[in-house]
């Protein structure tokens, strides 16, 4: 199978590696990409994350709480350029499909976009959208939605660069008050920043898991071929914990933690302390806009291409 620019370019951005090592894992696994992802790693070239989003359009994504923070949203629409996405009128309509979206009992998008626009009952969802195309001039999308509803406590929320980001937290707790509010606030920036893949250990797949484990293990074979099975299993499990502590939101460093070493987790117990509360951070949402979504790079393609002579 021939090794395209394009081939390359993928796998580089997958995995952080070179492009010379990239060319050589694909060529090795005849263009296979995830066994090209899992050759690269077996040798220590690539890090243990999956394929990373590609963010590339553009677009807001809005939070919308209900009085009581019992319910939120989080939705986020597309659109062609950033010069849209920063315009009022732009702004405007995504705050009502926030509301819509608030409110609505669809499952998916295809009933969501099927249901009557609240702002204007004479028109669907997908009509009201139309309409909004027409007169801003731009090509728009409502990729997606998701609602938070915790009757037991709350649910907190977090913009970041003006709507780049949208995250919302379940909070459920015996005790509501300023304090928690803003340990909430502050798991909700955690969210935004670090991105963590799960909120606890106990989300994560088993198969994942062992799949990890195959992995690292011939990495640490590789990195150790003297070592007997004993030290290989904890070295394997060391890359391990480090990985879930990297991934899972409780496990992770708390990033305003004074020492550089408190868990979120152990945060969230300090706070329950000293509010005698009972609090536990059932599960997050995080929107970026654009996240999986690619733009056309076709001068970078080029340019690898001319870097590797194909």
């Not at 597309?78 to 995504?94: C, H, I």
């Not at 609240?118 to 028109?123: M, P, Q, R, V």
Request: aromatic fraction near 6%.
């Amino acid at each position: 199978m021939a090794i395209t620019a394009a081939m390359v370019k993928e796998l580089r951005e997958m995995t952080g590696a070179g492009m010379m090592d990239c060319k050589k894992a694909l060529a090795a696994t005849e263009g296979d990409m995830d066994k090209a992802v899992e050759f690269l790693r077996e040798k220590g070239l690539a890090t243990a994350q999956k394929k990373a989003g590609r963010i590339a359009a553009e677009g807001l994504c809005k939070v919308l709480v209900s009085d009581d923070a019992k319910k939120a949203v989080v939705v986020e629409v597309n659109s062609e350029t950033d010069f849209v996405a920063k315009n009022e009128k732009f702004q405007n309509y995504v705050a009502e499909v926030a509301a819509q979206a608030l409110d609505t009992t669809a499952a998916d998008m295809d009933a969501f976009m099927a249901e009557p626009w609240k702002a204007d009952t004479n028109k669907t969802v997908q009509e009201a959208l139309a309409a909004q195309i027409a007169v801003i001039g731009e090509n728009m999308k409502i990729r997606r939605f998701e609602q938070v509803t915790e009757e037991n406590g709350f649910v907190a929320d977090y913009t970041h660069m003006g709507g780049k980001i949208g995250v919302l937290v379940d909070v459920e707790t015996d005790v509501i008050n300023d304090a928690v509010k803003e340990m909430a606030k502050n798991i909700a920036m955690q969210v935004a920043a670090i991105k963590p893949v799960y909120t606890t250990r106990a989300e994560v797949d088993q198969a994942y898991i062992e799949k990890e484990k195959e992995i690292l293990t011939v990495q640490a074979k590789n990195e150790k071929p003297d070592a007997n099975d004993k030290i290989i299993s904890g070295m394997v499990m060391g890359r391990i914990n480090k990985e879930l502590k990297e991934i899972c939101l409780m496990d992770q460093v708390y990033v305003k933690a004074e020492d550089g070493k408190q868990s979120v987790q152990a945060y969230v117990d300090s706070v329950a302390k000293e509010n005698g509360a009972k609090i536990n951070i059932k599960g997050f949402v995080r929107f970026e806009t654009g996240d999986g979504l690619e733009k056309k790079e076709e001068n970078f393609a080029e340019e690898v291409a001319k870097q590797m002579g194909m």
